[in-house]
């Protein structure tokens, strides 16, 4: 397995997408999505092809599902098949998942 990256992530609601940064600057990948009141719809995981396979896209997805949890009021709609097999690898956080979250109501 490749060695873990370091990046910093953060979010950038004026691009809608979460942008991870290496320490010398450089954008190694992002993910995008859009918005509503209450769900946060991940749309595609991109990385940089010299940056795949060192953990910036699990860093990207992690960082946007933490960053929903913490604001408490939407779920998300992980459209992306990365971000869907993401969480699924990580259940402590299909309770922020669109249809998943609750039990269905009648």
Known sequence: M?????VTVSNHPDRN???ATTADGDTAGYIAYASTE???VL???VVQPKYE???V?????????DEVRAEGSRLVDPQCPFARAW???HPDYIPL???EAAPAAD
């Open 2 to 6: 490749s060695d873990q990256l370091e």
């Open 17 to 19: 997408r979460w942008e």
């Open 38 to 40: 209450d769900v946060v």
């Open 43 to 45: 749309e595609h995981v």
């Open 53 to 55: 396979g060192h953990g």
């Open 57 to 65: 896209g699990s860093a990207l997805v992690r960082e946007a599902l």
């Open 87 to 89: 969480i699924t690898k």
């Open 97 to 99: 998942v669109y249809g």
